[in-house]
């Protein structure tokens, strides 16, 4: 499995970003995709998780809820995620990462992307 996220950049406070995560090697409605992010300094934290075949099932990071949504199309093999009201502390590397559990626990998943950048200013 390959995967890479894009879609990051520098925005002020309050404005909207979308990431595109676009997986190759499997097929792609048999994984969940989950979001991290890693702020600078900091420990990398959950963000979203959907799971396989429809996306069905979506999970949010408190910090996170009623500003993101994530998505998945799986005819174009991408996961997205809508970031909306950003804020200085959503500022980080995001991750894109695919597995067979719907968790929100780094450890379950095996395939990473490279990270994109958001940086979300003052």
């Known amino acids: 499995v390959q995967l890479q996220a894009s879609g990051g950049g520098s925005v002020q406070d309050g404005g909207s970003l979308r990431l595109s995560c676009v997986f190759s090697?499997?097929?792609?409605?048999?994984?969940?995709v989950d979001w991290f992010r890693q702020p600078p300094g900091k420990e990398r934290e959950f963000v979203s998780s959907?799971?396989?075949?429809?996306?069905?099932?979506?999970y949010y990071a408190d910090s996170v809820k009623g500003r993101f949504t994530i998505s998945r199309d799986n005819a174009k093999n991408t996961a997205y995620l809508q970031m909306n009201s950003l804020k200085p502390e959503d500022t980080a590397v995001y991750y894109c990462?695919?597995?067979?559990?719907?968790?929100?626990?780094?450890?379950?998943?095996?395939?990473w992307g490279p990270g994109t950048q958001v940086t979300v200013s003052s």
């Open positions: 990462a695919a597995g067979k559990k719907f968790s929100s626990w780094a450890s379950d998943f095996d395939s």
């Open positions: 959907i799971s396989w075949n429809a996306g069905d099932h979506r």
């Open positions: 090697g499997r097929t792609f409605s048999d994984y969940t």
